[in-house]
């Protein structure tokens, strides 16, 4: 049987073990259980990369614990903006979202656009309305309403701040999650989805939906999904480094990936994390700040589940 | 004397000498030298590079012949929304903006969010509301009418097709303006600034905003930018991937730029070209297509103002 593994993230930042509850832990190891298994399942029937990478996030988006999907944090109007993106490594083929409102999965909208548009990247009420076409499953504002975010929210809704997500520091944690796979036929697929930062303005968009940026996949190389401060992911096009230190200067996936995150991105003083896979199912899960809620398993029967460092 | 540098270009694709007359043909060169001028002079007088890129794209995109600010074409809804990216290759900071409408220059409210924001990326009303704050110049519809840009709307508003700009075949005209520069202190800057497609739906974002695939800059490598078939440009992160081939792969601007618009790009049916500056003052300025509306000077002298191949 060919070889086969996927990693999934659910975003890094100060994740301190002295501020986090064994129940709390406990609950964020679940349910990236749920998400990886989910992926895996889909992986060992067979199905595509792009096929595991979706599900995944899916489940991701769906459990109110990350910041994506139904968990998505509050923005300064009290609304919900959506970010996802989604690239397959096969044909280099890629779908992105921003500025998305009501849309139970961004994740699959992203996938909608790759796959049944002429175009790449759709933005705000022109998605949504894409999202319409495609039937894709919409819910009300009380679905997305957390108690928890609506508090964060509530907290630093008059001020000039913003926050990447709930941390000891309220500013070091980034809510993105992210899955990357390779299938049995040696296809790569990476896909990212975020609910953006508690409290911001302007319309600001991150690294999530951009291709070469938050979300990267080339089957000559490796898949990559990322998660930290987004406009440095943005300025240092993070995701295609890894794949370039791979394909031009010949690294391996570890080597490409740690010179990403523990040098070139530190240099603009970019922090945050990736996971990544190459095509003979490696993975790497660097990350330059405190925590990052990561799971990987591979066909080989290798698994891992962890918060911290 | 430091050496310096300016390059510019007006968009990419089917320009056939057949159809077009001579007096138009003039008057896209003569714009094309405005523009030049203008950046060259900014250059010539010690200031930098990212002034100068402003400066250029500014002149072009006041200029109702390209398609970019002023000469913007229509949305499906008869409207204008323009994207512009800048990035500074001195710090790798950078600004962009997408789905803007009603501000004149977009590139400088990208150069804006790049200096005085905190994010990198604004979009849509955000951006807008972040552009009055700014005290940017806005116009108004009438300023933006152009009756042929109106009449090429008008010949489609009522189908599917979506056009890239005004061209023999319809679709094979790239609107996009840019400029990249190096200035006497060896900084680079590259600059991009678009109107869209006539007719386009959904909220499509191109490559113009897009750091990394439409825009990029590094001191250590070199400044691009991009025009052509944007969903192409932003799977293959091609203004990165020059960049990358130089840093990784050891290639001169030359070779990097032409494996990436001869090579790399046609291998996922992309077309269109790029404009592209290195540390020494080179001048790269490769498409694949007919045409591309694309200028140069450098300081030793030599310059250039070409439409075809």
Redesign the interface.
């Known amino acids: 049987m060919e070889r086969f593994s996927i990693a999934i993230h659910g975003g890094a930042g100060t994740i301190l073990k002295s501020s986090m509850t064994p129940e709390k832990e406990t609950a964020y190891k679940n349910a990236l259980k749920i998400a990886l298994d989910a992926g895996y399942e889909v992986l060992k029937n067979g199905q595509s990369a792009i096929e595991a990478v979706e599900r995944a996030v899916v489940e991701l988006e769906n459990c109110p614990l990350f910041n994506a999907g139904r968990g998505s944090v509050f923005t300064s109007e009290g609304k919900h903006e959506m970010d996802a993106s989604i ?1 397959d490594g096969r ?4 779908g992105a979202v ?2 998305v409102s009501g849309v139970q999965n961004p994740i699959t909208l992203a996938r909608l656009v790759m796959e049944k ?11 949504v ?2 999202a319409k076409k495609m039937n894709c499953t919409f819910q009300d504002e009380k679905w997305f309403h957390d108690d928890f975010r609506y508090q964060q929210w509530l907290d630093i809704k008059d001020t000039d701040s ?1 926050q990447l997500d709930h941390s000891v520091k309220k500013v070091q944690k980034f809510g993105t999650v992210g899955a990357v796979a390779l299938d049995m036929t040696g296809n790569l697929a990476a896909a990212t989805s975020t609910g953006g930062m508690t409290n911001k ?6 690294d999530s939906p ?4 938050g979300t ?1 996949a080339n089957n000559a190389t490796c898949a990559v999904s990322c998660t930290g401060s ?2 440095f992911f ?4 993070i995701a ?2 890894v794949s ?2 791979m394909e ?2 010949g690294l391996s996936l570890k080597q490409a990936s740690f010179e990403t995150i523990y040098k070139r991105l530190p240099k ?1 003083n970019g922090d945050g994390g990736l996971i990544a896979v190459d095509s003979q199912g490696n993975i790497a899960m660097p990350f330059n700040t405190e925590g990052m809620y990561r799971a990987f398993r591979k066909s080989d029967g290798s698994e891992e589940i962890s918060i911290y460092k």
Chains 1, 2 share one sequence.
């Open positions: 690239m044909d280099l083929n890629a921003t500025m548009s002429e175009h790449v990247f759709l933005a705000g009420a022109g998605a309305e894409f913003i303005k302007f319309g600001r968009v991150g951009i291709i070469g940026a990267y987004g406009e943005i300025r240092g096009v295609y480094d370039c230190l031009f200067k603009i």
